[in-house]
Nanobody
Framework: QVQLQESGPGLVKPSQTLSLTCTVS??????????WSWIRQPPGKGLEWMGA???????YYSPSLKSRTSISRDTSKNQFTLQLSSVTPEDTAVYYC??????????????WGQGTQVTVSS
């Protein structure tokens, strides 16, 4: 069974770059027709899809975050990563990685990580 696990620093200073890694086990990130997403949930708000990397390596980004977001992968480690630049306290959220057959993910599905809290504060 596919499992996903987020990792990265829990505290980031304003203006810095947030970097998170999602480690996947039980399945390959290059398996056809799956998309690997990053989603976040700020306190008291709903889920926000940030972007995804496809089985092919193609990337897709939310228009509202595109200028600050980069998603990449390391197929040898079966991992994909999120980088969000120029963070502000408004980027404080629980960050999730997920696998889906859709590019854009807006609801929790069967293959999500447990989430990791990231706080942006000086």
């Amino acid at each position: 069974q596919v499992q996903l696990q987020e990792s990265g620093p829990g505290l980031v200073k304003p203006s810095q770059t947030l970097s998170l890694t999602c480690t996947v086990s039980g399945g390959s990130i290059t398996t056809n027709y799956y998309y690997w997403s990053w989603i976040r949930q700020p306190p008291g708000k709903g889920l926000e899809w940030m972007g995804a990397i496809a089985y092919s390596g193609s990337t897709y980004y939310s228009p509202s975050l595109k200028s600050r977001t980069s998603i990449s992968r390391d197929t040898s480690k079966n991992q994909f990563t999120l980088q969000l630049s120029s963070v502000t306290p408004e980027d404080t959220a629980v960050y999730y990685c997920a696998r889906d057959k859709m590019v854009v993910v807006t609801t929790k599905g069967d293959y999500w990580g447990q989430g990791t809290q990231v706080t942006v504060s000086s």
